[in-house]
Structures are given as structure tokens and as C-alpha cells.
């Protein structure tokens, strides 16, 4: 089983719909996330990160965390064209002074016009 | 403009070759980063390094060779060692290694077997 888990997709969506995309793990250590947007051919651009549970706004995009459940998502208000690409989750442990991250697998969405 | 540059964009290997891949950042960060990425896979991570002079194996690192000589740079040799070398490599950095600390990524190379 991977530490993290994140449907692949694609999820497709029509242009000013809410974008809604999560991700499962396994370890309860992890207290850092973190999400990516990947375009084609380019490398990860951070969105948005956050240690604790609850909502992160910024912008149109949210950051939501449940420790309890394990569970991150990020939504993405009024999505745009723009808005297609892959779209990575992150996460860190902290047990010690290094923290490696786990990256989960990218779900690929399209914004249709 | 701050950021991380790599190259080349596209790198392709003969049977038997080392090839260096480039990773240069002027963001003044303590810490860079080394990853493959592979279809369907998460990014996985080949080397690091927090300072100058000192570099640790990640979950990958066998077939793979790094250096820090300086701050700003941290080239990767991917040595004929690595059986399956075709993939797309990604290079980070961060302020420092500390865990509360994001990555910035560069634009990556491409690796193909010739």
C-alpha cells in the first residue's frame, strides 16, 4: 500500500465549476502538506502548504486537512482554462530535524471552456 | 528572477554512458534535491543535500552520483549503472532541510535511452 494515495483522473470539468481533489494516507507522522500544480513538460509550482487541520484560503484555491481521517483536499473556485494541469499532494513527517517528503501520484484535471 | 534552472531540457543516453544533468539555483537556499518522476508514480527521491560538501541517498540512489561543491549547484550523473535510466528528472531546493520548509522545483530534464 502507498503512503499516499491520489486518483490519478482525469477529472474533467466545465470552466467556473469548483474543482474538487483529495488525498488518502497512511501515516499519521506526516504534519506537513503541501499542494503542486504541474503543467505538461514543466517542473511542480507550489500552491499552497499547511501543518494544521482546518481550511487554508488563498484566492480561489482552499487547502482542507483532517488529521483524523487522514484525508487533505484542495478545491479550486471558479476554475479557468488555465486551471489544467496535474496536480500533486505532498506531505512531511517531522520526526526528526530532516523531513522527507511523500508525493502522491498527480491527478490530472481539464477545464473545459 | 530568483529560481532553479536546469539542463538540458532533453538529454539522451548511448548504452554504457554517464550523463550529467545540470541544476543550478540562485535563491541562495542551504538545501537541493534530486527526483524522478515516472509515469503514475509519485516523485521519488534519488539525493540530497542540506549543506555544501555533504549529500545523503534518498529512496533511489543506486546507479546515480552527485556533487555540492558549491551552493548554488548540485549536479546529477546518472552512470550507466541505472538499468532503466528513461524518465524525467526534477531538481528542488528549499531554505534549508528543515521540515517546516516547501520546495521550489526547476522545469526538469528529460531522459531517453538512444
Known amino acids: 500500500q502507498k503512503e499516499v494515495e491520489q486518483d490519478p483522473g482525469p477529472l474533467s470539468v466545465p470552466e467556473g465549476a469548483i474543482v474538487s481533489l483529495n488525498c488518502t494516507y497512511s501515516?499519521?507522522?506526516?504534519?506537513?502538506f503541501m499542494w503542486y500544480r504541474q503543467y505538461s513538460r514543466k517542473g511542480p509550482e507550489l500552491l499552497m502548504y499547511?501543518?494544521?487541520?482546518g481550511n487554508k484560503e488563498d484566492g480561489r484555491f482552499t487547502a482542507q486537512v483532517d488529521k483524523s481521517s487522514k484525508y487533505i483536499s484542495l478545491f479550486i473556485r471558479d476554475s479557468q482554462p488555465s486551471d489544467s494541469a496535474t496536480y500533486l499532494c505532498?506531505?512531511?513527517?517531522?520526526?526528526?530535524?530532516?523531513?522527507?517528503?511523500?508525493f502522491g501520484a498527480g491527478t490530472q484535471v481539464v477545464v473545459t471552456p | 528572477d530568483g529560481g532553479i534552472t536546469q539542463s538540458p531540457k532533453y538529454l539522451f543516453r548511448k548504452e554504457g554512458q554517464n550523463v550529467t544533468l545540470s541544476c543550478e539555483q540562485n535563491?541562495?537556499?542551504?538545501?537541493m534535491y534530486w527526483y524522478r518522476q515516472d509515469p503514475g508514480q509519485g516523485l521519488r527521491l534519488i539525493y540530497y543535500?542540506?549543506?555544501?560538501?555533504?549529500?545523503q541517498k534518498g529512496d533511489i540512489a543506486e546507479g546515480y552520483s552527485v556533487s555540492r561543491e558549491k551552493k548554488e549547484s548540485f549536479p546529477l550523473t546518472v552512470t550507466s549503472a541505472q538499468k532503466n535510466p528513461t524518465a524525467f528528472y526534477l531538481c528542488?531546493?528549499?531554505?534549508?532541510?528543515?521540515?517546516?520548509?516547501?520546495?521550489?522545483f526547476g522545469d526538469g530534464t528529460r531522459l531517453s535511452i538512444l
Open positions: 528542488a531546493s528549499s531554505i534549508s532541510g528543515g521540515w517546516d520548509q516547501p520546495q521550489h
Open positions: 501515516n499519521s507522522a506526516f504534519q506537513y
Open positions: 499547511t501543518y494544521s487541520s
Open positions: 505532498a506531505m512531511r513527517w517531522t520526526t526528526d530535524s530532516w523531513g522527507k517528503f511523500q
Open positions: 535563491l541562495n537556499h542551504d538545501a
Open positions: 543535500s542540506q549543506i555544501v560538501n555533504d549529500f
